[in-house]
């Protein structure tokens, strides 16, 4: 067979990334090559899709040296999905060869020169600052899309805007993670947002070092750097920033000498140094946390000229964000709430610490790195009943017995049998005399999903549907 002349670009994985990067490269005239370890029927079935648009697929194939030796030397380009590891072997090796290896977001980027990006990241509270973005500039009658680590990939939201009759969007609200950061160098936000830091991803990373570096890459590559003055990693980092903009819910006097926020509450005013803004409590969603994650969008809308009365009115209007902290409905007087965006220990404490009490917490699934005592503190402070389940069980039943957690603890197999368990336990502790009760059942399963689930959204899908059949009287 001859070698191929036109140069192409290989992309990895049949995923949301890989499907829209593919798609998208495409449009641009690219030839476009897609390798797909799987053979799945729902692989081959996107398979057939790409294939019907003219993009070849190679299914059933490796990441290794000679899957791209069978192209020749007509690889100029790899795409990469948030997936795969940065520094893999494979990886490194097409690097040495003067091979390009970039991201996802590498072609969204390119293909929407003119359209400013809104990046915001973050350990946790990145997913519900990117929503409430989203919603305050369309409230504000601006046309900005969200989509990257949430919603639709950046990818295809630039092949959307490229279809004939569409206009490019006034700005893109862009969620990343360090995933994408770290495979995306030429990305620089007019606006960039940094959330909170607290370890994490430390299995592919390494340290926490590394971890900050790839977060804060993205924060210098921006043109207006917005940071939470709550984090304490982010505060004790103060000094070596010259330029950033400040924000915090908590005593601004309590704050390094020399961090003058750019907006701060006093009085429930969202206040900057021209005077009070807008209503701290105009957000209807629990928990401390999310006054930070309200100040965050408000420094955009600040920065993008909008006045306190429209901003007041749009957090006002801003329906929650699904899988974070998501009341999902009452049965028997007790809420259910729907946190599997809580994939870590640190972002599961911020949900116990919001709701009230007495709990019963549904964790487990794919256990991560980390330091799990905070998170068990307030398991002791909030939850009478603790249900586990998914890979990481054995292990979470381990560290509760090891630090003393007081409450009831049960394993089961799956979130299947949770839900069912954690409904029971519910009732019972309402309805028993002299018992502490139980005000909600709570999933926040302070772990990745991958063990029993595609994502977080998945997971949170089924919890969905498991409360809506116990509602119904259904079998789930």
């Keep these: 067979m001859a070698e191929p002349r036109q140069p192409c670009t290989v992309v990895l994985g049949l995923g949301r990334s890989g499907l829209g990067a593919a798609r998208l490269l495409h449009h641009l005239g690219h030839r476009v090559v897609v390798f797909e370890s799987s053979t799945a029927e729902p692989v081959r079935q996107r398979a057939l899709e790409l294939e019907a648009q003219g993009i070849e697929v190679r299914l059933g194939t490796a990441l290794e040296g000679a899957s791209f030796s069978a192209l020749g030397k007509s690889v100029e380009r790899v795409i990469v999905s948030p997936g795969i590891r940065w520094d893999h072997p494979t990886l490194e090796q097409l690097r040495h060869q003067g091979v390009a290896v970039e ?11 003119a359209t400013p990006w809104i990046g915001i990241t973050g350990t946790n509270g990145k997913t519900t600052v990117t929503h409430l973005v989203n919603h305050l500039l369309g409230c504000a009658g601006l046309d900005a899309p969200m989509g990257g680590n949430v919603g639709n990939s950046a990818a295809e939201l630039a ?11 006034d700005w893109l609200v862009v969620e990343l993670s360090s995933y994408q950061i770290e495979a995306c160098a030429l990305v620089a936000p007019r606006i960039g947002l940094w ?15 590394h971890y900050r570096a790839i977060k804060r890459s993205l924060l210098e590559r921006s043109a207006c750097q917005i940071l939470n003055a709550d984090d304490p990693d982010l505060r004790s980092q103060a000094p070596s920033w010259e330029r950033a903009h400040w924000v915090t819910a908590g005593d601004r006097s309590a704050l390094p000498p020399g961090l003058n926020p750019l907006l701060w509450i006093e009085a429930d005013q969202v206040t900057s ?16 946390h999310n006054r930070q994650n309200l100040l965050l969008a408000a420094a955009v809308g600040l920065e993008l000229g909008l006045s306190g009365t429209t901003m007041e009115a749009a957090f006002r209007s801003f329906p929650g964000v699904p899988h974070r902290l998501e009341r999902i409905g009452v049965l028997q007087g007790i809420s259910y709430y729907n946190d599997s965006k809580a994939t870590n220990y640190d972002a599961a404490e911020v949900a116990l610490q919001a709701l009230p009490g007495p709990l019963v917490v549904l964790a487990g699934g794919q256990a991560k790195q980390g330091d799990a005592s905070g998170w068990i503190e307030r ?7 603790v249900v586990l389940f998914g890979a990481a069980g054995p292990l979470f039943q381990g560290l509760l017995e090891e630090r003393g957690y007081g409450g009831r603890v049960a394993v089961v197999v799956d979130l299947e049998q949770a839900v069912a368990l954690a409904s029971e336990l519910a009732a019972d502790l309402r309805l028993t005399p002299g018992s502490p009760g139980c005000q909600a059942v709570l999933l926040s399963p ?13 997971r949170g899908d089924h919890f969905r549907q498991l409360v809506q059949a116990l509602a119904s009287g259904a079998s789930p």
């Design 379 to 385: 398991l002791k402070v909030h939850a009478v009943a």
């Design 273 to 288: 140094a021209a005077g009070p803004l807008l209503d701290a409590r105009s957000l209807a969603m629990p928990g401390a």
């Design 195 to 209: 959330t909170t830091l607290t370890p994490d991803h430390l299995e592919r990373h390494g340290t926490l070092a």
């Design 159 to 169: 092949l959307e805007r490229l279809a004939p009759g569409q206009a490019a969007p």
């Design 103 to 113: 991201g996802e977001l590498a072609a969204a980027w390119e293909a929407l020169p």
């Design 446 to 458: 302070a772990c990745a999903s991958f063990d029993q689930y595609s994502d977080f959204e998945a």
